[in-house]
């Protein structure tokens, strides 16, 4: 009987624990507007229409703070109908599994997750089981599965590898569209930036009409460091916060996750995946010896989804020309800068393994810098 209640007390815990370990306000909603194109209606991956986040959250106890994201490129039998995607690599210390294939094949059969380093292989295993019983799928023998990671173990008892295949299994299950959480959720749980609390970011952007009206969506974990930046303005050097080891403080890893309904083949999504890291660099990232730093690309584009099987010997597709990519890479720096941002005004203050603790960016002092050299819109002072 103590057993029973035990376990509903902790499954009440994990359940709350997304909801108690989040902020509210985003970036924006203190008047610090990044970039100059529109956002999407929720600023966010998911205003990328078919796009569906979800998390697992494990907060346990004193040293468990990991989890899971998992990102749907469309609610469809993934396998079934291939997405084109392309994967950059900004510098790869880290475990991203399923690369090779994306870089031969120049697209993506499964969701995407991200969890912790030594989680990739449950994660990966969680995919195929995922995969193989979907209906349409019983004679597949193959599965090419997409997994990202970041290390958590400052805050997290890594070494116990407490993710398991039912945690990877619900953060797919439970994805959704609309508002993504942010901050001290799924895989940015237990993650650190810039020496704060790190964690789920994202953001959005959509051209003009007379660009197409594409819109582009990011979605980040961040656990990087560097010299923090924000829109600009120096916020390490006036905090006094640099790196002081050039290893711990600055190692660590990012992954983004880059979606648009632009219909673009492998080969531009690439060229798109390079700009986010662009928008890692105007944040002060210096994707450090020890940063595993990945971009994952997708498009959406339903005309030009990829069947798994087919009567025909060709793919009929339509994708944009290589003189229309440019507002796209505008588009992927501006919301890859944001949603970084957005996922260190979300965490907030964390204490896990062995005792240790980050704190969440010290809001009050960062505003006052903006305010100090007019980054924040007057109409929200």
């Not at 003189?323 to 800068?337: D, N, Q, S």
Request: charged share 20%; hydrophobic share 40%.
């Amino acid at each position: 009987m103590k057993m029973i209640t035990f376990r509903i007390l902790l499954a009440v815990f994990m359940l709350i624990s997304a909801d108690s370990f989040s902020q509210n306000k985003r970036v924006r909603d203190y008047g610090i507007e990044i970039g100059v194109l529109k956002t999407g209606e929720n600023n966010s991956i998911t205003d990328v229409d078919g796009v569906k986040v979800g998390h697992t959250t494990l907060i346990i106890g004193d040293s468990i703070r990991t989890g899971v994201t998992a990102i749907l490129p469309h609610s469809g039998n993934i396998f079934q109908l291939k997405v084109p995607a392309a994967i950059y690599i900004g510098n790869g210390f880290g475990k991203l599994a399923g690369y090779s294939q994306v870089k031969e094949l120049g697209n993506i059969e499964t969701p995407i997750i991200l969890t912790n380093t030594l989680s990739v292989p449950v994660a990966s295993d969680a995919l195929i089981t995922y995969t193989l019983a979907l209906p349409d799928n019983e004679h597949v023998y193959s599965v090419n599965s997409i997994v990202g990671e970041t290390n958590d173990g400052w805050l997290n008892d890594i070494r116990g590898r407490h993710i398991k295949q039912e945690h990877v299994l619900s953060a797919i299950q439970n994805a959704k569209g609309g508002v993504v959480e942010e901050g001290n959720v799924g895989a940015g749980t237990g993650t650190i930036c810039f020496q704060y609390k790190g964690g789920i970011g994202t953001s959005s952007r959509v051209i003009p009409k007379s660009y197409g009206r594409y819109t582009v969506g990011v979605l980040v974990q961040t656990n990087f460091g560097g010299v923090f930046e924000m829109n600009g303005v120096p916020i390490a050097k006036e905090l006094n916060n640099y790196p002081s080891q050039f290893k711990y403080d600055v190692d660590g890893s990012c992954m983004i996750v880059v979606i648009t309904d632009a219909p673009l083949d492998s080969r531009n999504l690439e060229r798109v995946a390079k700009r986010a890291i662009m928008g890692l660099a105007k944040t002060g990232g210096i994707a450090s010896n020890g940063s595993g730093d990945y971009v994952i690309a997708v498009s959406t584009a339903k005309d030009n989804l990829i069947h798994y099987s087919s009567a025909s010997l060709f793919n009929e597709t339509r994708i944009l020309r290589n003189e229309a990519i440019t507002p796209l890479f505008l588009a992927t720096i501006e919301a890859t800068e944001e949603a970084i941002l957005n996922s260190l005004f979300a965490a907030e203050t964390m204490t896990g393994r062995d005792g240790h603790q980050l704190l969440s960016i010290p809001l009050e002092e960062v505003l006052e810098i903006m305010k100090k050299y007019n980054k924040i819109n007057k109409v929200f002072e």
